[in-house]
Each structure stands twice: as C-alpha cells, then as structure tokens.
C-alpha cells in the first residue's frame, strides 16, 4: 500500500471516494462464503482432499488452499481456516452450496461432516494501510472474531459470527472505515491479480494456470489429483498462465482473443476481466500463452482488435 495520503491517478480518470479510502486510508467490504467441515475426522478427511497441508494448524491459523478433480482441475479455491473444533473454507458465496455438498458427498465415509454455513458467519475484507491499526484487531474486541492476514487485494479479514454483524459495522464506522462497492472492488481486485471464480478461473484450469502456487503444498501426502500435480512440477510446464494485460488503446471487452497473427487457429491470449483504473487506465486479467514474454504486445494497427500489452502481476 502507499504510505502517500492521495492516490495518484491518471489525468483524467476520476477517483471515488472509497477507492482513495482503500488505497491510503481503510475500506472494507462484507463477503459471503463459508463452509464448515466438522467432527472427529476433520483434518484427516481434508488431508486427502486438499492441496494444502491441514495438519498443524492451529485454532485462528489460515492457509490457502484448493480442491482438485482427479484429473488435477480445479473443483474450487479459497482460505482454510482453523476453529477450536472445525475447520472453515472461505469461497465465494456463488461456489459455497456447490463445494458443501462436493465434501459432504466423500465426508461420509468418515466421521466427518460438511455444510454450508455461509449464514453463521460475517466476513468483512479490509482494505488500507490503516487496516492493520489496534482497534480492528477484532478476536481483542468482538467474542468469537478472527483476524485473518492479507492477500491478494485485501489488507486482512474478519471473520466474526453473524450476530457481531452490527457491532463490528459500526466500529468500522467509528474508526472512519469506507464501504468498498462491487465497482471499486473489481477495480481493486483486478489491479492485485486475484482471480475470481467463474470468470478467471473455471473448472477447465489446473491450479498453476491461475498462481496458485501457494495453496499447494510440495511436501504433505496423497490428495485428489496429487499425482497430475506432481507431473506438471517434475516434468512439464502448464500451457497458459494467468496474467495481467494493459490496453493502451482504452478498454477492452472480456472474452477478447488474441490470435497469432501467422497461425490463427493459436489464441495468443484470451481477457477473462477488464476495468479501467484511476492508477493504471484500461486495464484486465487474462490467459496468456506460455511463449508470451511479459511486455509482448499484441494484436497490430491494422487488427480491428485493440492493442494489450502483457504485464506482471500485480500491476504497478
């Protein structure tokens, strides 16, 4: 985050008032999104289904971490959370049902069980440099609350039972925090390179396709799709990569392909998102072929599509 208190535009671009507030002072957002894996069973019955390493995790502790079809794909992606006598998965809202019902069809055969709990609980994403100021350390003021650390776009998190929802609000209020909307949010979202379920990543990619590198872990035993995982580290290298594109030219509409100019049945990239930034213009995320080195432009004057230009990820 800037340690300036004005966010540097580009000429022209307008700056709303909550993305100033998330880029120099505190934001926050309320997500949606839980699912809770109980009984005796637990850690060992997402031992084996997901990528991360659950064992050793204490209560309040988080990793991220991913659930993989046999054939190495991604079922879905998001933050595992330890409680005192659960374990808690954070995906979108859109994904929880789905990813319940994944778990508990397996869980079964254990003394394990799994649910969508979206309901129980109130997540809140912060935003900012002040986020990490004393008053919203939350499990010090709100019985039951955790703070979760940064990632992606999001200074830290709460996590907090539903029945703290007022209070929590209103101390974020007091404290001078600005509700980020869905707009500023994308904005944020694509500027830090969080891909987003179902538009940046689907069940057709493989978890490095999107960066998900560190939701794997190099060292536990045998999960669903381990041995694909495996393969691609040892031998291979993935197709695509997700990267960031830069549109020099003004916006440019998700679903966009860039084909090669000298064989154009192979897409060069393909934009999943697009937003224009107040720091960085016309900007997006999308599926770059592997050969397609960081600064490459492509498309051409004479292409009636405008120009992107690859860039690392996050933006800056």
Same mark, same amino acid.
């Given at each position: 985050m800037p340690s300036s208190s004005t966010t540097r535009s580009r000429p022209g671009t307008p700056v709303a008032e909550d993305y100033a507030a998330a880029r120099?002072?505190?934001?926050h957002r309320v997500r949606t999104g839980v699912v809770a894996v109980e009984g005796a069973d637990r850690a060992a019955f997402l031992q084996g289904q997901l990528t991360?390493?659950?064992?050793?995790?204490?209560p309040g502790e988080s990793r991220l971490a991913a659930g993989l079809t046999a054939k190495g794909k991604l079922l879905y992606f998001g933050r595992l959370v330890a409680e005192a006598d659960r374990l808690l998965l954070l995906v979108p809202a859109s994904a929880a049902p789905g990813v319940a019902g994944h778990l508990a069809k397996y869980a079964a055969f254990q003394k394990a069980s799994a649910r969508d709990a979206t309901a129980d609980f109130l997540r809140i994403a912060l935003y900012g440099p002040e986020a990490s100021g004393p008053r919203l350390h939350g499990e010090s003021?709100?019985?039951g609350t955790?703070? *979760?650390?940064? +990632?992606?776009?999001?200074?830290g998190e709460l996590l907090a039972p539903e029945a703290a929802r007022a209070a929590i609000l209103e101390e974020l209020s007091s404290a001078g925090s600005v509700p980020v909307s869905e707009n500023t949010s994308e904005i944020l979202r694509v500027e830090a390179g969080r891909p987003r379920w179902g538009q940046d990543a689907?069940?057709?990619? *493989?978890?490095? +396709?999107?960066?998900?590198?560190a939701a794997i872990s190099a060292t536990k035993g045998c999960y669903v799709g381990q041995e694909i995982v495996a393969r691609m580290r040892t031998y291979g290298k993935v197709n695509r990569r997700l990267a960031g594109?830069?549109?020099p030219e003004g916006p440019v509409a998700a679903g966009t392909s860039y084909p090669d100019p000298e064989k154009p049945q192979l897409e060069l990239a393909r934009v999943t998102s697009s937003v224009v930034s107040p720091r960085f213009g016309a900007i997006g995320l999308g599926f770059v072929f592997r050969d397609v080195a960081e600064g490459a432009a492509l498309g051409s004057a004479g292409s009636p599509t405008p120009t992107a230009v690859v860039s690392a990820l996050p933006f800056s």
């Open positions: 120099n002072r505190l934001a991360q390493d659950v064992r050793g995790l204490a003021t709100f019985v955790v703070r *979760l650390p940064a +990632e992606w776009d999001h200074a689907t069940e057709a990619n *493989l978890a490095e +396709e999107i960066g998900l590198q594109l830069r549109f």
